[in-house]
């Protein structure tokens, strides 16, 4: 298909950097969702607005099957460091991961399908606060799923390192889960040259991180990828070298690829504080939170986006591609539907522009392959 009689890439290539130099944070993507709104009403499709907020979800009608196609749009707190011309012109915040461009591909996409539509019904789901604020699930919350009806759901994501023509998409895990966890000691304070007189929830602190790696190194299965890491503890006070405290808190970060190590691994934390709390004479209390599941490809959804991929990028479609220990709450979405999760170039990686990165910027470049993608996807997913 000719896009380019569709698609004006030069407007579209302006949208893009307008966004960028307006950039939001989750749930507060009120001039985004609007002029998204205002592009989608503007194509004569379906238009629902205000679901988690500031989320949009347009529907294009046809008979027989239906695709969701994903878009996040929010931006991330952070100064943004570059000298291109469309710089963000609000202070502390940037589009450090490209959902700038994530919302002008698929507004492309809806253009192309709108004017040339596949056979079946397409949702066109832009979601807010995609960076840890939780837009996914609260638009899965708030009903998304009974109100549009997906058998099958696509997420697209830039990828700094790959050239601008390359999609990668791989069948299983894409992205792990992403949890938060916490383990207070409570003891019972008392002077330090004098520790038999109280219970000490330092030493408990000290075992209890020196055991933790054990879960992975010994009870997770070698061949499950998993990470435990503790990334914050308090307790006593540097002023006061001869009080052992009454408490001391430690939290953490846990990764998986699958619900059983990601289930086992919030048992086993759980499991570890309690038996170092009743070794060391000590209380405790633990909280696991579950922020985000992990992003696994279904097999068929996988098969249409890598045909997808390979009937735009030809030989430079990857089929395979290692996963990322980061998170996206498009888990959210494909935990209930049949999706897949796919990596558009974003071009070389230039002055260390990785996402969440000062200095990153999302390659116009890029725009044409991913609305491409998206359109290619959309008739896959619909012929099969
Ligand atoms: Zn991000
Ligand atoms: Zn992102």
């Known amino acids: 298909m000719n896009l380019q009689k569709y698609v004006d890439l030069e407007a579209l290539t302006k949208l893009r950097r307008d966004l960028h130099q307006h950039p939001e944070l989750g749930f507060e993507e009120i001039r985004t969702s609007r002029i998204v709104a205002d592009y989608l009403l503007e194509l004569g499709l379906e238009v629902e607005e205000g679901i988690a907020e500031t989320g949009v979800v347009a529907t294009l009608r046809?008979?027989?099957?239906?695709?969701?196609?994903?878009?996040?749009?929010?931006?991330?707190a952070l100064e943004e460091t570059s000298s291109i011309p469309w710089v963000s012109r609000l202070p502390g915040k940037m589009h450090a991961c490209g959902h700038d461009g994530?919302?002008?591909?698929?507004?492309?996409?809806?253009?192309?399908?709108?004017?040339?539509?596949?056979?079946?019904?397409?949702?066109?789901?832009?979601?807010?606060?995609?960076?840890g604020r939780g837009g996914a699930k609260r638009m899965v919350e708030e009903g998304l799923f009974e109100k549009i009806s997906c058998d099958?759901?696509?997420?697209?994501?830039?990828?700094?390192?790959?050239?601008?023509?390359?999609?990668?998409?791989?069948?299983?895990p894409?992205?792990?889960?992403?949890?938060?966890?916490?383990?207070?000691?409570?003891?019972?304070?008392?002077?330090?040259?004098?520790?038999?007189?109280?219970?000490?929830?330092?030493?408990?602190?000290?075992?209890?991180?020196?055991?933790?790696?054990?879960?992975?190194?010994?009870?997770?299965?070698?061949?499950q990828p998993a990470v435990i890491s503790a990334c914050s503890i308090h307790g006593g006070d540097p002023?006061?070298?001869?009080?052992?405290?009454d408490q001391v808190s430690i939290g953490g970060t846990a990764r998986a690829y699958s619900i059983d190590v990601r289930n086992r691994i919030e048992e086993e934390i759980g499991h570890l504080a309690k038996g170092t709390a009743e070794t060391m004479g000590v209380k405790m209390n633990y909280e696991y939170i579950r922020r985000i599941p992990p992003v696994v490809n279904h097999p068929d959804a996988t098969k249409i986006a890598q045909k997808a991929a390979v009937s735009v990028c030809g030989k430079q479609a990857l089929t395979s591609f290692p996963p990322s220990t980061a998170g996206d709450d498009f888990a959210f979405f494909s935990e209930t539907i049949p999706g897949a999760y796919a990596w558009l170039g974003n071009g070389p990686i230039q002055d260390g522009a990785l996402?969440?990165?000062?200095?990153?910027?999302?390659?116009?470049?890029?725009?044409?392959?991913?609305?491409?993608?998206?359109?290619?996807?959309?008739?896959?997913?619909?012929?099969?």
């Open 355 to 384: 996402h969440h990165n000062s200095n990153y910027d999302f390659n116009d470049q890029a725009l044409l392959t991913g609305i491409s993608f998206w359109v290619e996807v959309a008739n896959e997913a619909l012929a099969s």
């Open 174 to 223: 894409q992205l792990a889960s992403s949890d938060s966890w916490m383990v207070e000691f409570e003891g019972k304070s008392t002077h330090g040259a004098k520790p038999h007189l109280g219970s000490d929830c330092i030493t408990a602190s000290g075992h209890f991180l020196t055991t933790l790696q054990t879960i992975i190194g010994r009870l997770i299965d070698p061949l």
């Open 239 to 245: 002023k006061a070298l001869n009080v052992i405290p």
């Open 102 to 131: 994530h919302t002008t591909m698929l507004l492309g996409a809806a253009t192309v399908l709108s004017n040339s539509p596949p056979k079946g019904t397409v949702h066109f789901i832009f979601q807010p606060a995609e960076e």
């Open 62 to 76: 046809g008979e027989g099957r239906s695709v969701g196609l994903r878009a996040d749009m929010d931006a991330l």
């Open 152 to 172: 099958t759901i696509f997420g697209l994501h830039n990828m700094p390192g790959l050239e601008t023509n390359q999609i990668a998409i791989a069948s299983g």
